[in-house]
């Protein structure tokens, strides 16, 4: 949607859910900070300060006039997520991958569905953020 400055972007994220539920939809504004290469933003977000490199993108739920509510989607929360692609202290050819999400899909479901979404949503949503690791850190 919007590229704020070289390390942040807002962008908007369509997440299928399976029938009979409105799909989802998330407009999130992200921070991408490599360690090596951006110390003042490892500083400004109290990110970890460490010898090996790593990368990690930040994001959370913002609010856009110009991206409001969409008839037949339900808007998300992203309170918090993560991914981080951090090099390995004792082998700098192994890279760690870590991600945490505190996502409010806004989404009640009986217990024999609970599987069903999860395993839908989680394969989509961890697809959608592999492919903006690959356009930002190719």
């Known amino acids: 949607m919007e590229q704020v400055s ?11 859910f399976p029938f009979p539920f409105e799909n989802r939809d998330v407009v999130t504004h992200r921070v991408y900070v490599n360690n090596k290469k951006n110390p003042e933003l490892v500083e400004k977000y109290g990110l970890p300060k460490k010898d090996n490199e790593y990368a990690i993108i930040l994001s959370k739920s913002v609010t856009r006039v110009d991206k409001g509510a969409i008839k037949g989607k339900t808007r998300g929360d992203v309170k918090m997520n993560y991914w981080m692609f951090e090099q390995d202290a004792t082998d700098p050819k192994t890279f760690r991958i870590s991600f945490c999400n505190a996502t409010d899909m806004k989404l009640s479901v009986s217990s024999s569905m609970k599987g069903t979404i999860a395993k839908n949503t989680s394969k989509d949503i961890s697809e959608k953020f592999a492919e903006t690791y690959k356009k930002v850190y190719k």
């Open 6 to 16: 070289p390390n942040s972007d807002v962008i908007y994220v369509e997440i299928g």
